[in-house]
Each structure stands twice: as C-alpha cells, then as structure tokens.
Nanobody, 124 residues
Framework: QAQLVESGGALVQPGGSLKLSCVAS????????IAWFRQAPDKEREGVSC????????SHADSVKGRFTISRDNAKKTAYLHMNNLGPEDAAVYYC?????????????????WGRGTQVTVSS
C-alpha cells in the first residue's frame, strides 16, 4: 500500500540546519505533489512547503520563506526538506504528505497519503 517514511529529525541548536527526507513506496511517486506539514504541541497542523510532481513548482509558508527549501528526486522516490536558521518556533513533528495531482502544489489540505512524522527539536 501507499507509504511515506520520514527521517532526519533531530535536536538542533538555534540557528542550526537540518535536512529531512521522505521516502515513498506503493504508489507512482512522480505523479504526486509532495508537501511537508508540521505540528507543535497544542497547535494545529500547518503546511510548511510543497513541491509539484515534476518539481517545477514549489510553495512555502511565509514563516519559512528564505530559510526552508524543498526538493525531490523522483528516481529515488524521495523528497527532502532543507531547513536553515532554525528557531524554537520551528520545533514540531514534521510530516510528509502526498497528493495525486499533476499541477501546481499547495500547502493546504487535503492530502491523500501521510507519513508518521519525524521530531524536530530546537534548543540550546
């Protein structure tokens, strides 16, 4: 069945960087838009970044613009979230999600396939 597995979450100091990975299986990865969402304790899940199925379109939440980039390697069925200059406000569980669509991506719900998440902690 369709599956997404995230990795790369860790404890990082403020101002640090992390690279999250999302490996897909069980569906045609190259026909799906991919997004990263995050959820902090007692907060709603929010869209962070997305990338279209072919990689030609990306979108980011205002809170991460200029700090986060998203990329994908369709041959490896893997998407990445590169996070720089992390702050305490970025601490959350980060989820990878996939949506069958061949047009521009969106960081708004709904998405069809979800991973279980990876924890990012920002603390000195």
């Amino acid at each position: 069945q369709a599956q997404l597995v995230e990795s790369g979450g860790a404890l990082v100091q403020p101002g640090g960087s992390l690279k999250l990975s999302c490996v897909a299986s069980g569906f045609l990865f190259h026909t799906y838009n991919i997004a990263w969402f995050r959820q902090a304790p007692d907060k709603e899940r929010e869209g962070v970044s997305c990338i279209s199925s072919g990689g030609g379109h990306t979108s980011h939440a205002d809170s991460v613009k200029g700090r986060f980039t998203i990329s994908r390697d369709n041959a490896k069925k893997t998407a990445y979230l590169h996070m720089n200059n992390l702050g305490p406000e970025d601490a959350a569980v980060y989820y990878c999600a996939a949506r069958f669509f061949l047009g521009d991506c969106t960081i708004q719900l709904p998405y069809d396939v979800w991973g279980r998440g990876t924890q990012v902690t920002v603390s000195s």
